[in-house]
């Protein structure tokens, strides 16, 4: 059966790194992004090197019309999606709760836990034997921040993550007898752009000794994992979490 998979954050870091290597073993991908048309155009250029079939799509996450609008274009593209890698995520600047205020809150939530709602939604939709569809699988990218909490850097962020475990739990059950499948990772430091938004580019490099393995981890091996459970090596695996995270 041919697979379709659309990968929200695709243009840059982990949704980058899973974007390409999905192509490569036979997806065609949909690059959904944000703003960063080139670094979009970037990796659909390289799985087109590759030999492979992407396209990009700007939709933000967070808006329930360009959420509907991104799914549309994929059926009209590439075909009905089997695969959901709900990636796109934000941080902000490292504060305390005490200096954290309610507009920060509403965009951190907004796009971490109701992008990945309003995705999960539109895919369930085509995905769901219940609605003809022929099944799927949907991987949310959560983060060790869940059950670490981000202390004195952002507390909201780990929260929004907590939120992205629990929806991975919740809907793994409510879906199960539909044909898909929902599990999640939780990477650790990974070396992205993401740092830079909360203000500090060289962060994983500062935290590093705290991680058992001692380095921080790649964007690839991040996709490794979602990968291997997007697969049908993990036809048994449902709300389940990886921890990609060396140890931490
Ligand atoms: P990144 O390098 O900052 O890339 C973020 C990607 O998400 C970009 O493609 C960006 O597109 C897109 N994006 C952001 N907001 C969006 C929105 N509202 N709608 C659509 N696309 C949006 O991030 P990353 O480090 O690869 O992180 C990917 C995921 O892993 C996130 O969910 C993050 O929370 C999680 N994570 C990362 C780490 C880490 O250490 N890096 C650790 C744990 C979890 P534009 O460039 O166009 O804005």
Redesign the pocket.
């Known amino acids: 059966m041919k697979q379709v998979l659309i990968v929200?954050?695709?243009?840059?870091?982990?949704?980058?790194a899973t974007a390409q290597l999905a192509a490569k073993r036979g997806y065609a991908v949909c690059v959904?992004?944000?703003?960063?048309?080139a670094?979009?155009s970037a990796v659909v250029e390289a799985i087109a090197q590759a030999g492979g079939r992407a396209i990009a799509v700007?939709?933000?996450?967070?808006v329930e019309s360009d959420v509907v609008r991104l799914f549309e274009t994929v059926d009209e593209q590439l075909g009905r999606v089997t695969a959901l890698v709900n990636?796109?995520?934000?941080?902000e600047q490292q504060r305390r709760v005490e200096d954290i205020d309610a507009a920060r809150i509403s965009r951190v939530f907004?796009?971490?836990v109701t992008?990945s709602f309003l995705c999960a939604r539109e895919a369930i939709r085509r995905m769901s034997t219940q609605r003809g569809g022929d099944g799927g699988a949907i991987v949310n990218?959560?983060?060790?921040?869940a059950r670490l909490g981000s202390p004195g850097e952002y507390v909201d962020?780990a929260a929004a993550?907590g939120a992205i475990d629990t929806l991975t739990i919740g809907l793994a059950k409510e879906v199960a007898a539909e044909g898909i499948r929902v599990n999640a990772v939780?990477?650790?430091?990974?070396?992205?752009?993401?740092?830079a938004?909360g203000g500090e580019p060289n962060r994983?490099e500062r935290v590093k000794a705290s991680v058992p393995l001692g380095r921080g981890?790649q964007?690839i091996e991040?996709a490794q994992a979602i990968l291997w459970l997007l697969s049908a090596e993990a036809a048994y695996t449902t709300g389940s979490f990886i921890d990609v995270a060396g140890g931490k």
Do not use: E, M
């Open positions: 929200t954050g695709g243009s840059r870091g982990i949704g980058a959904n992004y944000r703003h960063n048309q670094a979009a700007a939709a933000d996450v967070a990636n796109a995520g934000i941080l907004a796009a971490n992008g990218v959560s983060s060790v921040a962020y993550k939780r990477p650790g430091f990974i070396y992205t752009d993401i740092h938004s994983v981890g964007a991040v």
